[in-house]
């Protein structure tokens, strides 16, 4: 009886206890209620404003009503997580203690580790308890909430849960009223902890990962303050750009691995290098003399410093040369690796960075396109040239559209008989302003952008229409020489598209000549003589441009199918007054004969210069003795007129 008594006392003691938590918790229920019903309240209030500081300080009288907190504070934080503040703390005599604190958090890393958790966090730094609770929603992260735990009192579930609850509605007000200026700046303590967190994946941006070198983006960074500081002390700079020559082909024949290497090597040669051309020896100043960078592929590029003369960027470049003509060995072979250089200077050329790379880059292209193996200084004139070239780029992209090309016709004379044997098809552009490019202006350009093709398709197509026209007229025994660009004659469907173009208009393939230059028939010599072949076949004649200016080797020439060999204009104009002139243009005409081919003289201005190819056995000419390049009205008239056949030179 008496253990019965016993438990029936303990059920009815804990039955009580139970009654008693469920009423506190109930209590406890109604007052956050009644809080967060008031808070919300405040929150709707006009006079809240959008300043999210007078918000939080609004918001701090409700979190006590429901947490045991002794000091708290807020942080702000921006939209990409980088910059933290500690906006609020309601006892200014504690913000210190806070901020050390929170410096203890950021180190740990309990800070970041509480600013992405979905609940209030606790932590214990010298016997003082800390709550910290991210202020966020579904959009972004705005702040955190910084609570210090009164002392000797527990931090239960119950606090947790209604700090919980005060900070997202806090959260969400912030983003409804779209507060702006909770982003107001970092802290400047926190800055050196973020900045110290960031220094390694920085350095890791900054360089290249093949050679270790600076990449360009730190380069241009680096060039910026030395040229910040020049300018404040008038001292010259240089940057020097750069290229390895033909690296792609070691790639192609000696394989990829090789080319890691070698640039690896270089990389190493060209510090080296440097460091022996000892180019600040004067200087007593603490910063290098030189940066050098790895910009990716076979681009290197070194920033010179306290440059006093030309002289000396010449000791550095003769330096380089003398170093990199060193051959290099690898498991493959050896390899004697030359480069490129554009070099541009500061301020002669230009006052920032990117503006010197660009001039040291043309000044690459320069070298390039001279033979490589040699440096360049920028000239300031050339930056004109680039300019006009690319307006004029953007003009010939639009020209095709706008129909501004127009194809003039330039009669071929026998000069014994006077008779038309033929017209050359020549291309010429006016725009819509008027104004006249020359073709060996647009050509060029043409060619570097790829708009030779359709350039070349059009003059295709209007060739064959304006023969065509004449055939119609009663001209059906004068042929038509039509100019044929490399790349286009390099087409895998080129013959194609031109036999698909004379079958349009119905004419004989007979009487079209393709006029190709030297440089396009060594171009890809097997290619070439397939295509060739093709053309012969289907019996299109073939003439070779421009002789005599290019590198054609004679034992291919005599076995190429070529109708017709055109004496460049250069070596009619010296005639008869330059003797080796006079010897090119015979013994040209004499290897045209001898391999059983034409040959036609171009530039013939004056009845000098006709007699003397007739003598030579040249009895072809076209110029501006017979005629200049006419329009189709114009070559009709011109045509009507077998009588006048010589104009005024």
Known sequence: MEDRKKNRQRLNTDLKERLSHLEETNRWHLHTLNVISALCSLYQKPNMGKDPIHLIRETVPFILQVSPFSTVGFCSLSASESDIELDYVNKQEEESNLRKDLEHLIASGEFAWSLHSHIPQLHHINKRTLVLASIATPTRIRGIFIGQVAPNTPFKEHHKKGLHAIIQHCAYALESNELQHVIKGQNEHLIKSFVSQNAKLKAQNNVDHLTHLPNRQHFQSVAEQH???????????????????????????????????????????????????????????????????????DEFCILLTDICSLEQIEKVMLQLSADFSKPLTFDTGEIIQTFSAGISLFPDNAETAEKLLQFADIALDRAKKKGRNQHIFYNNDEQFHVVDQLGLSRNLHRALEKDEFTLYFQPQINTLTSKVTGIEALIRWTDHTGQSTPPDKFIPLAEDTGLIIPIGRWVIEEACKNLKHLQDLGFVNIPISINIAAQQFSEHNFVEVLSSTVEKYQLNTEMIELELTERTVMGDIKATVSTLMELRNAGYKIAIDDFGTGYSSLSYIKHLPIDRLKIDKSFIADIPCDKGSIAIVKAITQLAHGINMDVIAEGVENLTQVNLINSLGCNEAQGYLYSKPLGIEELIGFLNQPNKRIEKA
């Open 227 to 297: 040229l910040e500081h020049a300018a404040s002390t008038g001292e010259k700079l240089a940057i020097v750009l750069l290229n390895l020559d033909l690296f792609k082909r070691v790639n192609e024949s000696l394989g990829h691995n090789t080319g890691d290497q070698l640039l690896q090597t270089i990389s190493q040669r060209l510090i080296q290098s440097l460091k022996k051309a000892e180019i600040n020896r004067t200087t007593q100043e603490s910063h290098s003399a030189y940066s050098l960078s790895h910009f990716g592929a």
